[in-house]
C-alpha cells in the first residue's frame, strides 16, 4: 500500500483510522479488503511504522486484526455522529490496549516503535487501540468525521483549522468532488 509511513510524514491522519482504510468503498455492495492475506497485515504494519522488520501474522491474527479494526471504524462513525461508542466495540478496543508490549524509541529516522514482546504483530495492534482510545476519547486535536466523498464514508481527523474538511484524502475523494463540480456547472 502506498500509504506512507509515520517516518515518511506523508499522511498525517492518525494511524487508527488509517487503519480503518484497509476496508474501502465500505458503503458499496463489495468493499474493498485490503487485507486479504496474513502477508498483507504484516506489509501495512511495516509501511505505517509499527515495527522495522516484518512480523509474524498467522490467518488467527489477521482475523482478530480486522475485528479489531471493525470496532475502531463502528466506534469512529459513533464519534463523528456525535454518539457514544457502542459497549461491546469499546470493550475490544480496551482489550486490545491492554495487550501492548511496546515502547517509543528514538532511532535513525526519528521516532519509532520497539516491541520486544513474543508477538510484535499484536503488540502493534495494541498500539493501533491505544491510539483509537487517543483518537476517539477526544486527546488529539481536530474533529472525528465521516467522508463526504461519494462510495467512501471512511472516518478521517480533521485538523484544518475552520474544521471545514469534508474528505478522508483531497487526493482521491476531494479531487473526485472537485472535478464533478466543474462537470456540473459545465453542463448547465
Ligand atoms: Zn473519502
Redesign the pocket.
Known sequence: MTDGGTHTGVESQPLCLRFTKTLRSRSLPTPKEYLCHPSDLAEWLVTAGLGPEAPAVDEELLREARELRESIYRAARSVANGERPAEADRALVNAWSRRGDAYRVLDDAGAGWCFPGASPARSALAVLAGDAVDTLGGVRTGTVKV?A?TG???V?LDTSRGRTRR???MG??GNRAKKDAMRTRHER
Open positions: 467522508c466523498g467512501c464514508v471512511a478521517f474528505w478522508c484524502s482521491t475523494c
